[in-house]
């Protein structure tokens, strides 16, 4: 096994038997996890175990408080401010918290549309969910921009933009989907 991190098989690591349904944080109004003003939520657990990752101690499934409709209530009335673009899903890991995230992300589409756009970022590489679960496809048909893999510490560069490894891709979903080929992110898509 590579020793920076872990490397799944397909349908391998399965939300039903990882998410409990918890979240480490909620961030409103912040302008680092993605383009424009967006409100974040990080999801509890992650098994890659990236080395060298800065939210350690948020890969434990079990930390944090669990997720509460009166949490998503005021993730949706946070999103209805004109200066918020969007919600992005952090972790942990959001592909492994599906009954969580499925669920707002499709209350976020049905209130708001595509005004305000969604990102995740996820250990996962795009070409990975492709091949993955159900839920995981379904996930990722319903955000915009996937900022995707494994953190690798050898590839560590502070200065890209959205992400910590030069490994890792900002990819826009909705066009790669549509084209069937990765297509990367263009500052502004989605504004």
């Not at 974040?40 to 800065?54: E, L």
């Amino acid at each position: 096994m590579n020793e920076k991190y872990k490397n799944p098989k397909p349908k391998e690591w399965l939300a039903e038997d990882y998410c409990l349904g918890k979240i480490a944080d909620y961030k409103p109004f912040n302008f680092v996890d993605g383009e424009g003003v967006r409100n974040s939520i990080y999801v509890s657990g992650c098994p890659f175990n990236c080395k060298g990752c800065f939210n350690r101690r948020i890969q434990n499934f079990n930390y944090g408080v669990p997720y509460t409709k009166e949490l998503e209530d005021q993730i949706i009335e946070d999103l209805s401010h004109d200066y918020v673009q969007g919600l992005t899903l952090l972790g942990g890991e959001p592909f492994l918290s599906t009954p969580i995230l499925i669920p707002l992300v499709k209350k976020v589409r049905m209130i708001y549309g595509n005004t305000k756009d969604i990102w995740s970022w996820s250990g996962y590489y795009f070409e990975e969910l492709l091949k993955d679960s159900q839920d995981k496809n379904e996930l990722l048909s319903l955000i915009d921009v996937l900022v995707d893999g494994r953190f690798d510490i050898d590839r560590k560069n502070l200065s890209l933009q959205f992400r910590g490894s030069s490994n890792q891709r900002i990819i826009d979903v909705t066009k790669s989907l549509q084209e069937k080929q990765v297509c990367l992110w263009k500052q502004g898509a989605y504004r």
